[in-house]
């Protein structure tokens, strides 16, 4: 399948990339003759469980009990909230429908001691006195009917601005901006030192031209009124090119403050708006303050099999009615494989997790240990995985009847597990088979080619079904609804970027919306996949260059034993070292590219120089700052090791088959024996490598 614009710009641009090599080198470790076989013949085959920081297995924890006593006394700060999307009905009145959601907020916040504002709050006969008051009334007036507040008496002036009078009392001058505003939704008001001016708010004039005055003013209260967390919801609209321009507007002029989404129910599709939760000041805050902040985390394990970590997320963030952003977990797994993994979820209690949970099991997702938790994950933040695989249909390379099959992958195991492996990133990082890899779009946006890096991502494989379809036809039309429409739903991380690039269109400023629809662990996915295959190439040569002893110049733990993407510093070694031979192999580290790393001091750190300048980033600082996208770079161990490992040879008896259920639901059967392995891998260790050392052979 043949797209002009990726003739045009896509592969003009991919085959820039020096040295795109195969994604494994071909170099071992180990000297065994190695064998074939097959993995992943169905998703129980391999199963993937984490590791947490604690060295537990997620599936073996009891969060319940514990979090349960270590919360009891923080239950106000975790009590489930209502739900995110409330109706804006048209029966209740303005004023009433105000105060209902302060009123709300008040009763949610009642052990913060805040109340609902009483009337006199927005009484401006009280706060401005009689004359002001009135003068305010003639502008608002003249406003509506003349549309430039050309009213000329004393304390106004002919520009479409009225002054209010200088207030000196800073507590004074809020109650002020809040009455006002509370009064005329219409009206922006500014302090200039001590006077307050009000004009006409150019942000309600545009939107009320979108939708009702009426709900334009119940909208800007509701934004006055700063609630973080409540929402509004607009009257159904069954015109959806006029809810796409509603909500271009909103996030136009209103991103930073606001989130929006369409929702459909019985009534018909409305637009909902969500006030962002406020960002965390840098100043530090009274820990009773800290305690008592209204966020809602709760932790959960999760069981998924045959899906992509993102794809779990989005069936899972439609369903509870958040964003993919509000998950967050310690890594990503493989998607055909049955898999254990923490997350987190921000904005939904246990209770209302514990009820939806029966929903996801259809789509192949088991939610289990729920509990209430205090903060969201980090990536990285997890000990590392348990295997527990299957490699089926074993034969010797060459394919003939070996006698002595069983000796050869005994040997090949503990070979393995004597010397260890290379740490290679495994295919999974780059994307299997595709013709346009992870790290080929990561390249792109380290250079700031948003553009350049949709099109790579958006780039068809050959094989002829609807994603590719849909890929082809935004790459040809550039057509992003239509696009959209074709995508089926369980591309997630695609339906996501075009909807943005409907939303805000495929020019520069859409690309980088796009990237940004995106969770940030998986925008970051691509610039990190670009730096591992730099990585892998760097461990070859390493290995090729300066043999199986560490030498001068090399980089190597400062402290003895470290577990990868543990924050330890690095220790340069010097030639009475390496003549010595104080260090050995398995404690050298190479970097991963980024802005705060060392590089090694022999030829390596001339190779890295050399690499990096061939795609163009030999001066660059790998800060991208238009995706909010900084990689400041790691080390990773040169070798890995298989910890507690185990293995069978299962061997078929005479009349018996050993059998293997295939993805799509078919049992097949096979007389060649099979290898069980179990084994725990450090995090960001891969079991294919692993596989590849031992059989001697790409998976």
């Known amino acids: 399948m043949t797209c002009a614009l990726c003739v045009y710009f ?47 297995l997620v599936t073996k924890t009891n969060h319940e009990l514990s979090l349960c006593q270590l919360h009891e006394d923080n239950e106000i700060c975790h009590k489930p909230k209502r739900s995110r999307i409330e109706e804006n009905t048209t029966s209740t009145p303005p004023s009433e429908k105000a105060t209902a959601i302060r009123g709300g907020t008040a009763q949610d916040k009642d052990d913060d001691n805040v109340g609902t504002p009483s009337s006199e709050c927005f009484n401006l ?14 502008f608002t007036t003249a406003l509506k009917v003349e549309g430039s507040g050309r009213v000329h008496e004393d304390g106004k002036t002919a520009t479409g601005h009225l002054s209010l009078g200088s207030f000196s009392d800073k507590t004074q001058r809020a109650c002020v901006h809040r009455a006002v505003r509370y009064n005329y939704p219409f009206l922006m008001t500014v302090t200039n030192q001590e006077e307050i001016v009000v004009k006409e708010n150019p942000d309600f004039k545009k939107l009320s031209s979108l939708v009702s005055e009426e709900e334009c003013e119940d909208f800007f209260r509701f934004l006055d009124a700063k609630v973080s967390g409540t929402t509004f919801t607009f009257k159904p609209d069954a015109s959806k090119e006029h809810r796409t321009s509603v909500h271009h507007f909103l996030m136009g002029r209103l991103g930073k403050l606001v989130e929006t989404k369409s929702f459909t129910n019985e009534n018909g599709s409305a637009i909902t ?6 960002r965390r000041s840098n100043k530090k805050r009274p820990a ?7 966020v809602t985390y709760t932790g959960f394990v999760l069981r998924k099999e045959n899906l992509e970590t993102l794809e779990a997320i989005s069936y899972m963030a439609a369903a509870l009615c958040v964003l993919p952003s509000d998950f ?62 299957v490699v089926r249909d074993l ?13 050869l992958v005994n040997k090949a195991v503990e070979n393995t597990k004597l010397r260890g492996f290379v740490n290679y990133f495994g295919p999974q990082r780059f994307g299997r088979a595709q013709r346009v890899q992870a790290d080929q779009v990561g390249l792109a946006q380290r250079v700031q080619a948003d553009q350049a890096a949709i099109k790579l991502f958006f780039t068809p494989d050959d094989e002829d079904d609807l994603p590719n379809k849909a ?62 295959r730099v990585w892998n190439q760097a461990a070859a040569h390493r290995l090729q260059a300066l ?23 690095v220790h340069l070694v010097t030639a009475a070292e390496a003549e010595e031979g104080v260090f050995s192999l398995e404690q050298v580290v190479l970097p991963m590219p980024g802005n705060t790393v060392r590089y090694p001091e022999n030829l390596m750190g001339a190779w890295y120089q050399d690499r990096l300048a061939c795609d163009g980033l030999g001066s660059c600082r790998f800060r991208v700052p238009s995706l909010k996208l900084n990689v400041p770079g790691c080390y990773r161990p040169l070798l890995a090791r298989a910890h507690n490992l185990t293995h069978t040879i299962l061997t078929p008896h005479p009349g018996q088959d050993t059998h293997g259920i295939s993805s799509d639901g078919q049992t097949g059967k096979t007389h060649t024996p099979s290898l069980s392995l179990s084994f725990d891998l450090d995090a960001s260790c891969y079991a294919t490598v692993f596989l590849r050392e031992v059989m001697r052979c790409d998976l």
């Open 10 to 56: 896509g592969y003009h641009f991919l085959f820039r990339m020096a040295g795109h090599s195969p994604v494994l080198p071909s170099s071992f470790l180990s000297d065994n003759e190695g064998f074939i076989g097959t993995i992943k013949n169905c998703t129980q085959d391999f199963v993937v469980t984490e590791i947490n920081m604690n060295g537990q």
């Open 125 to 138: 006969g009280l706060i401005l006195g009689p004359s002001v008051s009135e003068q305010l009334d003639l």
């Open 273 to 278: 708006v969500r006030l962002r939760e406020r």
């Open 288 to 294: 009773a303050d800290a305690d008592c902040e209204d």
């Open 328 to 389: 967050s977990y310690a890594g990503t797994k493989d998607k055909r494989a049955v898999t254990f993994q923490n997350m987190v979820v921000k904005k939904v209690s246990p209770q209302q997790l514990k009820e939806k949970a029966s929903e996801f099991e259809p789509r192949g997702m088991r939610l289990s240990h729920i509990h209430a938790v205090s903060e969201p994950l980090h990536l990285g933040r997890l000990q590392g995985n348990h295997f527990d695989l």
């Open 395 to 407: 034969k010797c390379h060459d394919n003939s009847c070996h006698s002595d099959l069983g000796t």
């Open 471 to 532: 890929k082809c036809h935004f790459l040809n039309t550039g057509n992003a609804k239509e696009a959209l429409a074709l995508m089926p739903g369980y591309k997630a991380r695609e339906r996501l970027m075009l909807r943005a690039l409907h939303r805000y269109g495929t020019g520069p400023e859409g690309s980088a919306h796009a990237w940004l629809s995106l969770p940030h662990a998986m925008r970051a996915f691509y610039p990190h996949a670009y730096c591992s």
């Open 547 to 569: 043999g199986p002893k560490p030498t001068q110049g090399d980089l190597v733990w400062a402290a003895p034993g470290p577990r990868a993407g543990e924050d330890l510093q």
